[in-house]
């Protein structure tokens, strides 16, 4: 079963940056999609971005393209979201989440089996 730990959240002013770190252990990470999903107070969980472990693509929500970069390092099994010029309304509880296969844009949460924690990402004025 795959396992994953978010870390990385906190407080940041607006227009600051946060790095977001998403650590997977156990079984299950072969040819995955690795994502980022965020919750906001009152709101559903949305998609944030994604980075398929099978080749090069990265995917982002249309609100975070040009801010949010997603990488990944193969070797320690890790994701990163780095957020810059960050936003009010970019404060949410931010979950990192895996599923066996590609991305596509009518993926949902359901469609991820794996799940961190979550990791709060306040930003200030």
């Known amino acids: 079963q795959a396992q994953l730990v978010e870390s990385g959240g906190g407080l940041a002013q607006a227009g600051g940056s946060l790095r977001l770190s998403c650590s997977g252990s156990?079984?299950?990470?072969?040819?995955?999609?690795r994502a980022w999903f965020r919750q906001a107070p009152g709101k559903g969980r949305e998609f944030v971005a994604a980075?398929?472990?099978?080749?090069?693509?990265?995917y982002y929500a249309d609100s975070v393209k040009g801010r949010f970069t997603i990488s990944r390092d193969n070797a320690d099994n890790t994701v990163y979201l780095q957020m810059n010029s960050l936003k009010l309304e970019d404060t949410a509880v931010y979950y990192c989440a895996a599923r066996n296969g590609g991305w596509n844009p009518f993926l949902g949460v359901t469609d991820f089996g794996s799940w961190g924690q979550g990791t709060q990402v306040t930003v200030s004025s």
């Open positions: 156990g079984g299950g990470f072969s040819r995955h999609t």
């Open positions: 980075i398929y472990f099978g080749g090069d693509g990265t």
